[in-house]
């Protein structure tokens, strides 16, 4: 950008950053502790699928409060 007052010139750079985060976890059955796979983790309009190990991993979340729903057949669903 450039701003030019009389016989003066100013020149400047403009540089916008986004702010993200990551949400991260693991999913375990709340009455035996194992992990559970296959558990559909939903943030926003981002959807993630627990690996074997029940861990998840949601990057690029913008900065901001969201609900975060957990759902998997014959579990009732967990809203946080």
């Not at 985060?21 to 796979?37: E, I, K, N, P, Y």
């Not at 309009?45 to 690029?60: E, F, K, L, M, P």
């Not at 900065?63 to 967990?78: H, P, Q």
């Amino acid at each position: 950008m450039q701003i030019v007052a009389g016989n003066n010139t100013l020149n400047a750079q403009m540089i916008a950053t986004v702010v993200t985060g990551t949400l991260s976890g693991t999913v375990t059955d709340a009455a035996t502790g194992r992990a559970l796979q296959g558990v559909t983790v939903t943030i926003g309009s981002t959807q993630v699928v627990t690996d074997a190990s029940g861990n998840y991993t949601i990057t690029g979340i913008p900065v901001g409060t969201y609900t975060v729903t957990f759902v998997k057949s014959g579990y009732n669903t967990l809203t946080l």
